[in-house]
């Protein structure tokens, strides 16, 4: 079973950065597909950008050009880099994996980003 666990979230000013990290576990961590998602208040779940076992990354628009995925695989660990936040980035960020290719089977539990006006 995969366990993912997400950190680095926090109370942040708009134009400020954070970097959120995601720790993995999983005999086969290299391979899998890893996404971040996220779900502000009243609103569906996101995709927000994902990254492959070659590290080729994928972004929505909303967060294109601020957001950066990279992955350590020898560490386990998937990050969330955001910079430039405004308001209406504030929500639950969830770290997802795909371990088959057909689905996000496993989520994390999330953290809170907070970007204030």
């Known amino acids: 079973q995969v366990q993912l666990v997400e950190s680095g979230g926090g109370l942040v000013q708009a134009g400020d950065s954070l970097r959120l990290s995601c720790a993995a576990s999983g005999r086969s961590f290299s391979t899998y597909m890893m996404a971040w998602f996220r779900q502000a208040p009243g609103k569906e779940r996101e995709f927000v950008g994902r990254?492959?076992?070659?590290?080729?990354?994928y972004y929505a628009d909303s967060v294109k050009g601020r957001f950066t995925i990279s992955r350590d695989n020898a560490k386990k660990m998937v990050y969330l880099q955001m910079n430039s936040l405004k308001p209406e980035d504030t929500a639950v960020y969830y770290c997802?994996?795909?371990?088959?290719?057909?689905?996000?089977?496993?989520w994390g539990q999330g953290t809170q980003v907070t970007v204030s006006s």
């Open positions: 997802a994996a795909d371990t088959n290719g057909d689905a996000y089977d496993y």
């Open positions: 990254i492959t076992w070659s590290r080729t990354t």
